[in-house]
């Protein structure tokens, strides 16, 4: 297995973010690219990365599963800048990644067994709601909230979207049609802030983001480029009556 990125700067972010959730993951290699996909520990989220062969400068593989401690994995990434190629190879049990600008750097990442069972990201989930909005004001917004609560609501209602939390205090976001894409039905749903504060900051490294919900249903969160996918999954937060 050889494989080569020009500019590792995606996947480098998305390892980061990857790494705030989960300690260790399985990532595929095959002819379609290269791709993971793993649930945090508490089981209230999910995340799928996926990379096609066609943003590697240099792809030759067959069918591999690259078990991996993230923490590690994103230190060494993170020696990497716009400007570095890097280059990864298998060699027996070990993960050699080369990192090339100025100097060559060689790093070699012990490959672990991780016992977790293999799960598909639930591509067919259907949702009432599809919002596509500027990234910087999604995260602006979730951090408004943070302000004042632990959740926040997701609403559609009169044709805005709404993003809004309550507790003693409250923040309250509202978007029109004229501002964001709205494709949606009337609407609420609840989540942890906690979670999206996580999922957002992959919004920095692109324009636009896709939330599709539903009522008391889980939130899909979509980041893409024409290099790399990254999608969330992401458990509703329901109130419960003593």
């Known amino acids: 297995m050889k494989l080569k990125l020009e ?6 972010k998305a390892i980061e973010l990857i790494s705030d959730l989960v300690l260790e993951v399985r990532i595929k290699i095959s002819e379609f690219g290269l791709s993971l996909v793993a649930i945090d520990p508490g089981n209230i989220s999910m995340v799928s990365l996926k990379i096609p062969k066609s943003a590697f400068k240099e792809f030759e593989s067959g069918e591999e599963v690259l078990g991996v401690n993230l923490e590690n994995l994103k230190k060494i990434l993170k020696r990497s800048s716009k400007t570095s190629a890097l280059f990864l190879e298998k060699k027996e049990n070990f993960l050699e990644l080369k990192i090339e600008d100025n100097i060559k750097r060689i790093f070699n990442l012990n490959l672990i067994e991780v016992e977790r069972e293999d799960k598909e990201f639930p591509d067919h989930l259907e949702f009432s709601s599809k919002v ?16 004042v609560s632990d959740a926040c609501s997701f ?23 004229d501002e964001v894409e709205i494709e949606a039905e009337d609407c609420l749903s609840r989540y942890s802030l906690e979670y999206l504060q996580k999922f957002t900051k992959a919004g920095k490294q692109f324009p636009k983001t896709t939330l599709r919900f539903a009522r008391d249903h ?5 980041f893409s480029s024409e290099h790399l996918s990254l999608s969330f999954l992401l458990a509703p937060r329901v109130e419960t009556e003593d």
């Open 7 to 12: 500019d590792p700067t995606l996947f480098t």
């Open 132 to 147: 596509i909005i500027d990234s910087g004001e999604l995260i602006s917004s979730i951090e408004d909230c943070l302000v």
């Open 155 to 177: 609403i559609i209602e009169e044709k805005k979207f709404i993003i809004e939390a309550k507790e003693t205090n409250s923040a309250r976001s509202e978007f029109s049609s």
């Open 218 to 222: 889980p939130l899909r969160i979509d």
